[in-house]
Protein backbone atom coordinates (compact mmCIF):
# COMPACT_ATOMS: atom_id res chain seq x y z
CA UNK A 1 0.00 0.00 0.00
CA UNK A 2 1.18 3.06 -0.95
CA UNK A 3 1.53 6.53 1.26
CA UNK A 4 -1.14 8.14 -0.72
CA UNK A 5 -3.45 5.04 0.05
CA UNK A 6 -1.89 4.65 4.10
CA UNK A 7 -3.10 8.54 3.99
CA UNK A 8 -6.44 8.25 2.68
CA UNK A 9 -7.25 4.78 4.82
CA UNK A 10 -6.13 7.30 7.94
CA UNK A 11 -8.18 10.38 7.16
CA UNK A 12 -11.55 8.01 6.44
CA UNK A 13 -11.21 6.01 9.75
CA UNK A 14 -10.64 9.26 11.78
CA UNK A 15 -13.51 11.16 10.42
CA UNK A 16 -15.57 7.87 10.06
CA UNK A 17 -14.22 7.63 14.15
CA UNK A 18 -15.14 11.20 14.54
CA UNK A 19 -18.42 11.20 13.40
CA UNK A 20 -19.41 8.06 15.35
CA UNK A 21 -18.14 9.53 18.47
CA UNK A 22 -20.54 12.76 17.67
CA UNK A 23 -18.30 15.23 19.42
CA UNK A 24 -17.87 17.37 16.51
CA UNK A 25 -21.13 18.09 14.46
CA UNK A 26 -20.40 15.89 11.34
CA UNK A 27 -20.83 18.49 8.86
CA UNK A 28 -17.47 19.69 10.28
CA UNK A 29 -16.25 16.49 9.98
CA UNK A 30 -16.86 15.14 7.11
CA UNK A 31 -15.63 19.15 5.17
CA UNK A 32 -12.16 18.75 7.65
CA UNK A 33 -11.68 15.43 6.72
CA UNK A 34 -12.00 16.65 3.08
CA UNK A 35 -9.53 19.71 3.34
CA UNK A 36 -7.02 17.20 5.02
CA UNK A 37 -7.02 15.39 1.77
CA UNK A 38 -6.75 17.68 -0.19
CA UNK A 39 -4.28 19.24 1.80
CA UNK A 40 -2.48 16.41 1.98
CA UNK A 41 -2.67 15.74 -1.96
CA UNK A 42 -4.10 12.74 -2.61
CA UNK A 43 -6.91 14.17 -4.47
CA UNK A 44 -6.66 17.82 -6.15
CA UNK A 45 -9.64 20.57 -5.86
CA UNK A 46 -10.29 19.75 -9.36
CA UNK A 47 -10.86 16.10 -8.98
CA UNK A 48 -12.57 16.25 -6.42
CA UNK A 49 -15.40 18.69 -7.24
CA UNK A 50 -15.41 16.87 -10.89
CA UNK A 51 -14.75 13.18 -10.55
CA UNK A 52 -15.82 12.39 -6.81
CA UNK A 53 -18.72 14.70 -5.48
CA UNK A 54 -21.53 13.37 -6.95
CA UNK A 55 -24.02 16.39 -7.34
CA UNK A 56 -26.87 14.61 -8.79
CA UNK A 57 -27.17 12.99 -5.01
CA UNK A 58 -26.51 16.43 -3.79
CA UNK A 59 -29.62 17.91 -6.45
CA UNK A 60 -31.94 15.04 -5.83
CA UNK A 61 -31.93 15.71 -2.02
CA UNK A 62 -31.81 19.47 -2.40
CA UNK A 63 -35.12 19.22 -4.59
CA UNK A 64 -36.47 16.90 -1.90
CA UNK A 65 -35.47 18.84 0.95
CA UNK A 66 -37.02 22.40 -0.79
CA UNK A 67 -40.59 20.16 -1.00
CA UNK A 68 -40.46 18.76 2.21
CA UNK A 69 -39.73 22.61 3.54
CA UNK A 70 -42.69 23.77 2.01
CA UNK A 71 -45.27 21.26 3.13
CA UNK A 72 -43.45 21.55 6.58
CA UNK A 73 -44.16 25.44 6.39
CA UNK A 74 -48.11 24.95 5.59
CA UNK A 75 -48.34 22.67 8.21
CA UNK A 76 -48.46 19.29 6.42
CA UNK A 77 -47.08 16.70 8.77
CA UNK A 78 -49.66 18.01 12.11
CA UNK A 79 -52.46 17.72 9.89
CA UNK A 80 -51.69 14.80 8.53
CA UNK A 81 -51.20 13.28 11.82
CA UNK A 82 -54.11 15.01 13.30
CA UNK A 83 -56.48 13.72 10.66
CA UNK A 84 -55.26 9.75 11.33
CA UNK A 85 -55.48 10.24 14.95
CA UNK A 86 -59.46 11.60 14.58
CA UNK A 87 -60.03 8.70 12.34
CA UNK A 88 -58.99 6.22 15.00
CA UNK A 89 -61.08 7.54 16.98
CA UNK A 90 -58.19 8.59 20.03
CA UNK A 91 -58.10 5.03 20.11
CA UNK A 92 -54.27 4.54 21.65
CA UNK A 93 -54.01 1.07 20.47
CA UNK A 94 -55.01 1.87 16.87
CA UNK A 95 -52.67 5.12 17.31
CA UNK A 96 -49.46 2.64 18.31
CA UNK A 97 -50.71 0.40 15.06
CA UNK A 98 -51.40 2.97 12.41
CA UNK A 99 -48.94 5.65 13.61
CA UNK A 100 -45.97 3.68 12.90
CA UNK A 101 -47.33 2.30 9.46
CA UNK A 102 -47.70 6.48 8.73
CA UNK A 103 -44.56 7.45 9.50
CA UNK A 104 -43.04 4.48 7.42
CA UNK A 105 -45.55 5.15 4.22
CA UNK A 106 -44.15 8.87 4.35
CA UNK A 107 -40.48 8.15 4.87
CA UNK A 108 -40.88 5.86 1.91
CA UNK A 109 -41.15 9.32 0.30
CA UNK A 110 -40.33 12.25 2.21
CA UNK A 111 -37.08 12.31 4.77
CA UNK A 112 -37.34 10.66 7.56
CA UNK A 113 -35.63 13.39 9.97
CA UNK A 114 -38.14 15.25 9.53
CA UNK A 115 -41.28 13.11 9.73
CA UNK A 116 -39.89 11.62 12.86
CA UNK A 117 -39.72 15.31 14.60
CA UNK A 118 -43.04 15.82 13.80
CA UNK A 119 -44.24 12.51 15.00
CA UNK A 120 -42.34 11.93 17.61
CA UNK A 121 -43.67 14.97 19.46
CA UNK A 122 -47.39 14.65 18.36
CA UNK A 123 -47.18 11.20 19.81
CA UNK A 124 -45.64 12.86 22.77
CA UNK A 125 -48.49 15.05 22.66
CA UNK A 126 -51.36 12.40 22.16
CA UNK A 127 -50.25 10.41 24.88
CA UNK A 128 -50.25 12.90 27.31
CA UNK A 129 -54.21 13.46 27.08
CA UNK A 130 -54.73 10.22 26.05
CA UNK A 131 -52.81 8.78 28.84
CA UNK A 132 -50.75 6.33 27.00
CA UNK A 133 -47.07 4.97 27.19
CA UNK A 134 -45.26 7.04 24.13
CA UNK A 135 -42.30 5.45 24.41
CA UNK A 136 -43.06 1.63 22.34
CA UNK A 137 -45.26 3.91 20.01
CA UNK A 138 -42.14 6.45 19.02
CA UNK A 139 -39.84 3.12 18.45
CA UNK A 140 -42.13 1.43 16.37
CA UNK A 141 -42.48 4.78 14.64
CA UNK A 142 -38.50 5.28 14.02
CA UNK A 143 -38.46 1.91 12.85
CA UNK A 144 -40.90 1.40 10.66
CA UNK A 145 -39.60 5.11 8.88
CA UNK A 146 -36.20 3.51 8.70
CA UNK A 147 -37.89 0.16 6.75
CA UNK A 148 -40.56 2.50 4.80
CA UNK A 149 -37.28 4.49 3.35
CA UNK A 150 -35.78 1.14 2.66
CA UNK A 151 -38.96 1.06 0.00
CA UNK A 152 -37.86 3.68 -2.28
CA UNK A 153 -34.88 5.62 -4.07
CA UNK A 154 -35.97 8.65 -2.39
CA UNK A 155 -36.71 7.28 1.10
CA UNK A 156 -33.20 7.60 2.84
CA UNK A 157 -29.97 9.08 1.66
CA UNK A 158 -28.06 5.59 1.43
CA UNK A 159 -30.57 4.38 -1.49
CA UNK A 160 -30.32 7.61 -2.99
CA UNK A 161 -26.77 7.50 -3.04
CA UNK A 162 -26.59 3.74 -4.43
CA UNK A 163 -29.36 4.56 -6.87
CA UNK A 164 -27.59 7.59 -8.53
CA UNK A 165 -23.80 6.20 -8.08
CA UNK A 166 -24.96 2.66 -9.79
CA UNK A 167 -27.66 3.62 -11.89
CA UNK A 168 -30.75 2.16 -10.63
CA UNK A 169 -34.05 3.92 -10.81
CA UNK A 170 -37.10 5.53 -8.56
CA UNK A 171 -38.86 2.15 -9.87
CA UNK A 172 -36.05 -0.13 -9.77
CA UNK A 173 -36.24 0.45 -6.54
CA UNK A 174 -40.09 -0.08 -6.05
CA UNK A 175 -40.40 -3.04 -7.81
CA UNK A 176 -37.25 -4.78 -5.76
CA UNK A 177 -37.31 -3.26 -2.48
CA UNK A 178 -40.33 -2.54 -2.09
CA UNK A 179 -42.76 -5.48 -1.21
CA UNK A 180 -39.85 -6.88 1.26
CA UNK A 181 -39.84 -3.65 2.82
CA UNK A 182 -43.62 -3.82 2.38
CA UNK A 183 -43.12 -7.41 4.65
CA UNK A 184 -40.35 -6.39 6.97
CA UNK A 185 -42.90 -3.72 8.22
CA UNK A 186 -45.29 -5.66 8.62
CA UNK A 187 -43.44 -8.31 10.75
CA UNK A 188 -41.65 -4.91 12.77
CA UNK A 189 -45.27 -3.50 13.62
CA UNK A 190 -46.66 -7.37 14.30
CA UNK A 191 -43.37 -7.80 17.09
CA UNK A 192 -44.11 -4.11 18.39
CA UNK A 193 -47.77 -4.93 19.16
CA UNK A 194 -47.10 -8.38 20.90
CA UNK A 195 -44.00 -6.30 22.96
CA UNK A 196 -46.25 -3.67 24.53
CA UNK A 197 -49.41 -3.97 23.44
CA UNK A 198 -50.61 -4.69 27.07
CA UNK A 199 -48.24 -2.38 29.02
CA UNK A 200 -49.46 0.71 26.43
CA UNK A 201 -52.12 2.58 28.82
CA UNK A 202 -51.13 4.31 31.97
CA UNK A 203 -53.44 5.24 34.52
CA UNK A 204 -54.68 8.21 35.06
CA UNK A 205 -57.95 10.29 33.68
CA UNK A 206 -58.44 10.48 30.01
CA UNK A 207 -58.38 14.05 28.60
CA UNK A 208 -60.59 13.95 24.99
CA UNK A 209 -62.33 17.41 25.18
CA UNK A 210 -59.26 19.26 23.66
CA UNK A 211 -59.22 16.68 21.16
CA UNK A 212 -62.51 16.19 20.30
CA UNK A 213 -62.41 20.13 20.14
CA UNK A 214 -59.46 20.34 18.09
CA UNK A 215 -60.05 20.84 14.60
CA UNK A 216 -57.41 19.08 12.07
CA UNK A 217 -57.79 21.60 9.61
CA UNK A 218 -56.37 24.27 11.83
CA UNK A 219 -53.26 23.00 11.75
CA UNK A 220 -53.29 24.14 8.23
CA UNK A 221 -51.23 27.01 8.17
CA UNK A 222 -51.61 28.79 4.72
CA UNK A 223 -53.61 26.59 2.75
CA UNK A 224 -52.29 28.13 -1.02
CA UNK A 225 -48.50 26.59 0.11
CA UNK A 226 -50.43 23.63 1.53
CA UNK A 227 -51.96 22.53 -2.05
CA UNK A 228 -48.61 23.84 -3.76
CA UNK A 229 -46.47 22.22 -1.56
CA UNK A 230 -48.74 18.75 -1.82
CA UNK A 231 -48.96 19.10 -5.65
CA UNK A 232 -45.21 20.00 -5.81
CA UNK A 233 -44.37 16.53 -3.88
CA UNK A 234 -46.80 14.62 -6.22
CA UNK A 235 -45.45 16.07 -9.76
CA UNK A 236 -42.05 15.36 -8.03
CA UNK A 237 -43.00 11.16 -7.40
CA UNK A 238 -45.09 11.58 -10.77
CA UNK A 239 -41.49 12.64 -12.47
CA UNK A 240 -39.65 9.78 -10.69
CA UNK A 241 -42.01 7.09 -12.09
CA UNK A 242 -41.66 8.30 -15.44
CA UNK A 243 -38.27 9.92 -16.01
CA UNK A 244 -36.81 7.29 -16.97
CA UNK A 245 -39.44 7.16 -20.09
CA UNK A 246 -39.24 10.48 -20.83
CA UNK A 247 -35.35 10.02 -21.22
CA UNK A 248 -35.87 7.23 -23.66
CA UNK A 249 -39.08 7.85 -25.49
CA UNK A 250 -39.32 11.50 -25.92
CA UNK A 251 -35.59 12.06 -25.94
CA UNK A 252 -35.82 15.02 -22.90
CA UNK A 253 -33.38 15.02 -20.33
CA UNK A 254 -35.68 14.68 -17.48
CA UNK A 255 -33.30 13.24 -14.65
CA UNK A 256 -33.80 11.60 -11.44
CA UNK A 257 -32.45 14.96 -9.61
CA UNK A 258 -34.53 17.17 -11.72
CA UNK A 259 -37.81 15.05 -10.71
CA UNK A 260 -38.03 16.99 -7.45
CA UNK A 261 -35.89 20.17 -8.38
CA UNK A 262 -38.41 20.79 -11.12
CA UNK A 263 -41.35 20.84 -9.09
CA UNK A 264 -39.16 22.26 -5.95
CA UNK A 265 -38.19 25.27 -7.82
CA UNK A 266 -41.88 25.97 -9.29
CA UNK A 267 -43.03 26.40 -5.97
CA UNK A 268 -39.59 28.86 -5.07
CA UNK A 269 -41.17 30.65 -7.67
CA UNK A 270 -45.17 30.56 -6.80
CA UNK A 271 -44.27 30.58 -2.69
CA UNK A 272 -44.64 34.90 -3.04
CA UNK A 273 -43.29 36.29 0.25
CA UNK A 274 -42.53 32.65 2.11
CA UNK A 275 -39.69 32.68 -0.26
CA UNK A 276 -37.50 33.01 2.18
CA UNK A 277 -38.59 31.34 5.30
CA UNK A 278 -38.78 28.16 2.91
CA UNK A 279 -35.27 28.34 2.07
CA UNK A 280 -34.37 28.78 5.23
CA UNK A 281 -35.43 25.47 6.40
CA UNK A 282 -33.62 23.53 3.77
CA UNK A 283 -31.37 21.43 5.91
CA UNK A 284 -27.74 22.41 3.70
CA UNK A 285 -25.57 21.11 6.93
CA UNK A 286 -26.79 17.80 5.98
CA UNK A 287 -25.52 18.54 1.68
CA UNK A 288 -22.49 20.17 3.34
CA UNK A 289 -21.69 16.91 5.34
CA UNK A 290 -22.32 14.49 2.18
CA UNK A 291 -20.15 16.79 -0.29
CA UNK A 292 -17.15 16.28 2.59
CA UNK A 293 -18.13 12.76 2.51
CA UNK A 294 -18.16 11.58 -1.21
CA UNK A 295 -14.48 13.47 -1.28
CA UNK A 296 -13.02 11.66 1.69
CA UNK A 297 -14.26 8.15 0.33
CA UNK A 298 -13.34 9.28 -3.23
CA UNK A 299 -9.92 9.12 -1.63
CA UNK A 300 -10.01 5.66 -1.18
CA UNK A 301 -11.40 4.97 -4.17
CA UNK A 302 -8.39 6.88 -6.14
CA UNK A 303 -5.63 5.45 -4.15
CA UNK A 304 -6.91 1.64 -5.09
CA UNK A 305 -8.15 0.55 -1.15
CA UNK A 306 -11.77 0.11 -2.45
CA UNK A 307 -10.73 -1.98 -5.23
CA UNK A 308 -8.49 -3.95 -3.00
CA UNK A 309 -11.27 -4.42 -0.43
CA UNK A 310 -13.22 -5.43 -3.34
CA UNK A 311 -10.99 -8.32 -4.89
CA UNK A 312 -10.62 -9.36 -1.03
CA UNK A 313 -14.72 -9.92 -0.94
CA UNK A 314 -15.12 -11.51 -3.84
CA UNK A 315 -12.16 -13.78 -3.68
CA UNK A 316 -13.73 -15.34 0.01
CA UNK A 317 -17.39 -15.15 -1.81
CA UNK A 318 -16.53 -16.51 -5.09
CA UNK A 319 -19.42 -19.04 -6.40
CA UNK A 320 -21.29 -18.17 -3.44
CA UNK A 321 -24.14 -15.85 -3.94
CA UNK A 322 -26.49 -16.40 -1.43
CA UNK A 323 -23.68 -16.18 1.12
CA UNK A 324 -22.48 -12.85 -0.11
CA UNK A 325 -25.74 -11.42 -0.34
CA UNK A 326 -26.79 -11.95 2.71
CA UNK A 327 -23.14 -11.56 4.40
CA UNK A 328 -23.47 -7.58 2.44
CA UNK A 329 -27.06 -7.19 4.04
CA UNK A 330 -26.21 -8.39 7.77
CA UNK A 331 -22.92 -6.67 7.80
CA UNK A 332 -24.81 -3.25 6.50
CA UNK A 333 -26.61 -3.91 9.18
CA UNK A 334 -24.88 -3.88 11.84
CA UNK A 335 -22.33 -1.20 10.85
CA UNK A 336 -25.00 0.94 10.04
CA UNK A 337 -26.22 0.44 13.64
CA UNK A 338 -22.90 1.08 15.51
CA UNK A 339 -22.07 4.23 13.16
CA UNK A 340 -23.79 6.79 10.34
CA UNK A 341 -24.81 4.78 7.46
CA UNK A 342 -24.27 7.69 5.00
CA UNK A 343 -20.14 6.76 4.60
CA UNK A 344 -21.25 3.22 4.96
CA UNK A 345 -23.36 3.13 2.09
CA UNK A 346 -21.14 5.74 0.00
CA UNK A 347 -18.02 3.07 0.61
CA UNK A 348 -20.17 -0.02 0.21
CA UNK A 349 -21.15 1.96 -3.54
CA UNK A 350 -18.19 1.38 -4.66
CA UNK A 351 -17.14 -1.52 -2.76
CA UNK A 352 -19.73 -3.69 -4.84
CA UNK A 353 -19.25 -1.63 -7.88
CA UNK A 354 -16.00 -3.26 -8.35
CA UNK A 355 -17.46 -6.84 -6.43
CA UNK A 356 -19.70 -6.75 -9.83
CA UNK A 357 -16.85 -6.60 -12.11
CA UNK A 358 -15.26 -9.85 -10.90
CA UNK A 359 -16.25 -13.10 -12.61
CA UNK A 360 -18.15 -15.91 -10.09
CA UNK A 361 -20.55 -13.01 -8.13
CA UNK A 362 -23.67 -12.29 -7.86
CA UNK A 363 -25.19 -9.39 -10.34
CA UNK A 364 -24.84 -5.64 -9.04
CA UNK A 365 -28.32 -4.96 -8.38
CA UNK A 366 -28.98 -7.82 -5.62
CA UNK A 367 -25.77 -6.03 -4.36
CA UNK A 368 -27.80 -3.14 -4.16
CA UNK A 369 -30.45 -4.34 -3.30
CA UNK A 370 -28.96 -5.88 -0.29
CA UNK A 371 -26.80 -3.43 1.08
CA UNK A 372 -29.65 -0.83 0.72
CA UNK A 373 -32.06 -3.20 3.04
CA UNK A 374 -29.05 -3.64 5.84
CA UNK A 375 -28.14 -0.31 5.72
CA UNK A 376 -31.63 1.16 6.25
CA UNK A 377 -32.94 -1.12 8.68
CA UNK A 378 -29.97 -1.84 10.93
CA UNK A 379 -29.58 1.66 11.92
CA UNK A 380 -32.75 0.65 13.88
CA UNK A 381 -31.00 -1.25 16.14
CA UNK A 382 -29.69 1.76 18.59
CA UNK A 383 -30.61 5.29 19.23
CA UNK A 384 -27.96 6.73 17.15
CA UNK A 385 -27.77 3.89 14.11
CA UNK A 386 -29.49 6.67 12.18
CA UNK A 387 -30.32 10.78 12.32
CA UNK A 388 -33.92 9.79 12.77
CA UNK A 389 -33.80 7.78 15.98
CA UNK A 390 -31.25 10.58 17.18
CA UNK A 391 -33.86 13.39 16.75
CA UNK A 392 -36.50 11.26 17.85
CA UNK A 393 -34.56 10.26 20.93
CA UNK A 394 -33.85 13.35 22.05
CA UNK A 395 -37.03 15.18 21.08
CA UNK A 396 -38.29 12.07 23.67
CA UNK A 397 -35.89 13.28 26.47
CA UNK A 398 -36.86 16.90 26.28
CA UNK A 399 -40.40 16.17 26.87
CA UNK A 400 -39.52 14.23 30.18
CA UNK A 401 -39.41 10.58 28.48
CA UNK A 402 -35.76 9.40 28.96
CA UNK A 403 -36.07 6.25 26.96
CA UNK A 404 -32.49 4.97 27.41
CA UNK A 405 -30.48 2.85 25.34
CA UNK A 406 -31.11 -0.55 27.35
CA UNK A 407 -35.05 0.16 26.86
CA UNK A 408 -34.94 1.33 23.39
CA UNK A 409 -32.58 -2.13 22.02
CA UNK A 410 -34.35 -4.15 24.25
CA UNK A 411 -37.75 -2.96 22.33
CA UNK A 412 -36.10 -2.16 18.69
CA UNK A 413 -33.76 -5.13 18.33
CA UNK A 414 -36.46 -7.87 18.07
CA UNK A 415 -38.48 -5.35 15.41
CA UNK A 416 -34.96 -5.33 13.20
CA UNK A 417 -34.29 -8.51 13.38
CA UNK A 418 -37.80 -9.67 12.19
CA UNK A 419 -37.35 -7.05 9.95
CA UNK A 420 -33.69 -7.98 8.50
CA UNK A 421 -34.80 -12.04 8.37
CA UNK A 422 -38.08 -11.20 5.78
CA UNK A 423 -35.44 -8.96 4.26
CA UNK A 424 -32.80 -12.04 4.31
CA UNK A 425 -35.72 -14.52 2.62
CA UNK A 426 -36.64 -11.93 0.24
CA UNK A 427 -33.25 -11.28 -0.85
CA UNK A 428 -32.55 -15.33 -1.05
CA UNK A 429 -36.01 -15.73 -2.71
CA UNK A 430 -34.74 -13.14 -5.23
CA UNK A 431 -31.80 -15.26 -5.82
CA UNK A 432 -33.50 -18.16 -6.33
CA UNK A 433 -35.89 -17.13 -9.02
CA UNK A 434 -33.49 -14.74 -10.68
CA UNK A 435 -35.80 -11.68 -10.36
CA UNK A 436 -33.23 -8.77 -9.56
CA UNK B 1 -36.24 24.50 56.91
CA UNK B 2 -35.78 25.03 53.18
CA UNK B 3 -36.75 21.75 51.62
CA UNK B 4 -35.84 21.38 47.57
CA UNK B 5 -38.20 18.63 45.49
CA UNK B 6 -36.51 17.37 42.35
CA UNK B 7 -38.97 16.43 39.38
CA UNK B 8 -39.18 15.68 35.99
CA UNK B 9 -42.56 14.27 34.86
CA UNK B 10 -42.23 10.69 36.34
CA UNK B 11 -43.66 8.32 38.14
CA UNK B 12 -40.90 8.18 40.35
CA UNK B 13 -41.01 11.80 41.26
CA UNK B 14 -44.36 11.84 41.74
CA UNK B 15 -44.14 9.10 44.26
CA UNK B 16 -41.16 10.97 46.08
CA UNK B 17 -43.10 14.08 46.51
CA UNK B 18 -46.18 11.97 48.02
CA UNK B 19 -43.71 10.38 50.16
CA UNK B 20 -41.84 13.50 50.78
CA UNK B 21 -44.66 15.03 52.17
CA UNK B 22 -46.09 12.64 54.32
CA UNK B 23 -42.63 12.41 56.23
CA UNK B 24 -42.21 15.81 56.17
CA UNK B 25 -46.29 17.53 56.44
CA UNK B 26 -45.50 18.27 59.92
CA UNK B 27 -41.90 19.73 60.03
CA UNK B 28 -42.62 23.40 58.95
CA UNK B 29 -41.12 23.04 55.93
CA UNK B 30 -40.38 26.30 52.89
CA UNK B 31 -40.51 24.40 50.18
CA UNK B 32 -40.00 24.53 45.93
CA UNK B 33 -40.20 22.15 43.34
CA UNK B 34 -37.20 22.12 40.41
CA UNK B 35 -37.39 20.68 37.21
CA UNK B 36 -34.47 20.71 35.08
CA UNK B 37 -34.74 20.38 31.33
CA UNK B 38 -32.22 18.51 29.78
CA UNK B 39 -29.77 19.63 27.52
CA UNK B 40 -31.21 19.01 24.12
CA UNK B 41 -29.18 17.34 21.87
CA UNK B 42 -27.53 18.84 18.90
CA UNK B 43 -29.10 17.84 16.08
CA UNK B 44 -32.00 17.47 18.11
CA UNK B 45 -31.55 21.50 17.94
CA UNK B 46 -30.72 21.76 14.73
CA UNK B 47 -33.54 20.44 12.93
CA UNK B 48 -35.88 22.27 15.66
CA UNK B 49 -34.53 25.43 14.38
CA UNK B 50 -35.68 24.62 10.82
CA UNK B 51 -39.02 23.86 11.58
CA UNK B 52 -39.25 26.34 14.73
CA UNK B 53 -42.73 27.89 14.12
CA UNK B 54 -44.20 24.72 13.19
CA UNK B 55 -43.28 23.05 16.34
CA UNK B 56 -44.56 26.03 18.31
CA UNK B 57 -47.95 25.79 16.58
CA UNK B 58 -48.42 21.99 17.78
CA UNK B 59 -47.93 23.11 21.65
CA UNK B 60 -50.40 25.67 20.77
CA UNK B 61 -52.95 23.71 19.12
CA UNK B 62 -52.62 21.13 22.23
CA UNK B 63 -52.79 24.10 25.08
CA UNK B 64 -49.88 24.07 26.98
CA UNK B 65 -46.60 26.08 27.78
CA UNK B 66 -43.83 24.61 27.61
CA UNK B 67 -42.82 21.43 28.80
CA UNK B 68 -40.80 22.29 31.46
CA UNK B 69 -42.89 24.67 33.25
CA UNK B 70 -46.04 22.33 32.54
CA UNK B 71 -43.73 19.63 34.54
CA UNK B 72 -42.98 21.99 37.45
CA UNK B 73 -46.32 23.83 37.83
CA UNK B 74 -48.04 20.04 38.08
CA UNK B 75 -45.56 18.89 40.88
CA UNK B 76 -46.56 22.22 42.30
CA UNK B 77 -50.68 21.62 42.14
CA UNK B 78 -49.58 18.05 43.78
CA UNK B 79 -47.92 19.36 46.70
CA UNK B 80 -51.00 21.64 47.38
CA UNK B 81 -52.98 19.05 47.23
CA UNK B 82 -50.95 17.08 49.62
CA UNK B 83 -51.60 20.07 51.83
CA UNK B 84 -47.90 22.36 51.29
CA UNK B 85 -47.63 25.58 49.20
CA UNK B 86 -44.69 25.38 47.22
CA UNK B 87 -42.24 27.51 44.91
CA UNK B 88 -41.67 26.14 41.31
CA UNK B 89 -38.29 26.68 38.93
CA UNK B 90 -37.09 25.78 36.00
CA UNK B 91 -33.75 25.52 34.86
CA UNK B 92 -31.79 23.88 31.91
CA UNK B 93 -28.72 21.89 31.26
CA UNK B 94 -27.54 18.64 32.82
CA UNK B 95 -30.03 17.44 35.86
CA UNK B 96 -27.57 16.31 38.03
CA UNK B 97 -25.55 19.67 37.84
CA UNK B 98 -28.31 21.95 37.87
CA UNK B 99 -29.90 20.40 40.67
CA UNK B 100 -26.22 20.63 42.84
CA UNK B 101 -26.30 24.53 41.67
CA UNK B 102 -30.00 24.83 43.07
CA UNK B 103 -29.21 23.73 46.26
CA UNK B 104 -25.92 25.96 46.20
CA UNK B 105 -27.94 28.99 45.59
CA UNK B 106 -31.06 28.12 47.16
CA UNK B 107 -29.36 27.53 50.28
CA UNK B 108 -31.14 24.46 51.22
CA UNK B 109 -31.12 22.18 54.07
CA UNK B 110 -33.19 18.92 52.59
CA UNK B 111 -33.34 17.75 48.77
CA UNK B 112 -36.03 15.02 47.83
CA UNK B 113 -35.85 12.98 44.52
CA UNK B 114 -36.98 9.86 43.15
CA UNK B 115 -33.71 6.87 43.56
CA UNK B 116 -34.39 6.87 39.32
CA UNK B 117 -36.63 9.44 37.37
CA UNK B 118 -37.65 9.08 33.96
CA UNK B 119 -35.62 6.66 33.07
CA UNK B 120 -35.82 2.89 33.39
CA UNK B 121 -38.28 1.87 35.88
CA UNK B 122 -37.48 -1.65 36.08
CA UNK B 123 -33.23 -1.43 36.71
CA UNK B 124 -33.11 -1.32 40.72
CA UNK B 125 -30.25 0.83 40.13
CA UNK B 126 -29.80 3.92 41.48
CA UNK B 127 -29.92 6.35 38.83
CA UNK B 128 -27.34 8.55 37.51
CA UNK B 129 -28.71 11.78 38.64
CA UNK B 130 -29.44 10.80 42.25
CA UNK B 131 -26.05 9.21 42.60
CA UNK B 132 -24.37 12.32 42.01
CA UNK B 133 -27.04 14.30 43.68
CA UNK B 134 -26.27 12.16 47.12
CA UNK B 135 -22.57 12.02 46.12
CA UNK B 136 -21.74 15.64 45.61
CA UNK B 137 -24.65 17.29 47.46
CA UNK B 138 -24.19 20.27 50.30
CA UNK B 139 -27.07 19.23 52.23
CA UNK B 140 -29.41 15.94 53.29
CA UNK B 141 -31.03 14.40 50.44
CA UNK B 142 -33.78 12.07 50.75
CA UNK B 143 -33.39 9.59 48.11
CA UNK B 144 -37.18 8.00 47.55
CA UNK B 145 -37.59 4.55 45.99
CA UNK B 146 -39.50 4.59 43.05
CA UNK B 147 -41.77 1.55 43.01
CA UNK B 148 -40.89 0.76 46.67
CA UNK B 149 -43.89 0.80 49.16
CA UNK B 150 -42.40 1.70 51.78
Given amino acids: MGLSAVLAV ?126 PVVVAEVCLANIGGASTLVGDPPNVILGLMLGFSFNDFVIHNGPTAVLAALGAIGVAYVQSRKRLMLGGTVDRNVLVAMDPAKAIKDARLFKLGLGAFLVAILFLV ?93 SSAIVDNVPFALSMAYVIKDIAGQVGVPALSIMVWAVSLGTDIGGNGTPIGASANVVAYAAMEKHGHRIGWSRWMWLAIPQTLVALLICNLGLALKLWLRFY | MRVLFCVDGSEGAD ?76 REGDPAAEILAEIRDGRYDLVVLASDGAGSVEDPRLGSVAEQVLRDAPASVLVVRAGASR
Fill in chain 1, 242 to 334: IHAWVEHTLHIPLTAPLSPLIPGFAILILGGNKTEEILRKIDYDVLLFFIGLFVVVGGLEKTGVIKALADFIANVFRHQDLALVSTLMWFSAV
Fill in chain 1, 10 to 135: AIFLGTYVAIGMEKINRTIVSMSGAILLLLVGVLSLKEAVTTYVHWETVGLLFGMFTIIAVLSEAGFFTYMALVVAKKLDYNPLRIFVVFPLVTGFLSAFMDSITVMLFFATLTYELSRLLKFDAI
Fill in chain 2, 15 to 90: QALARGVAWLRNAGIQAVVLHVIPEVDERLRHYERLHEAELSEIERLFGHEGHGLEVAVQARERLKQLGLEAERKV
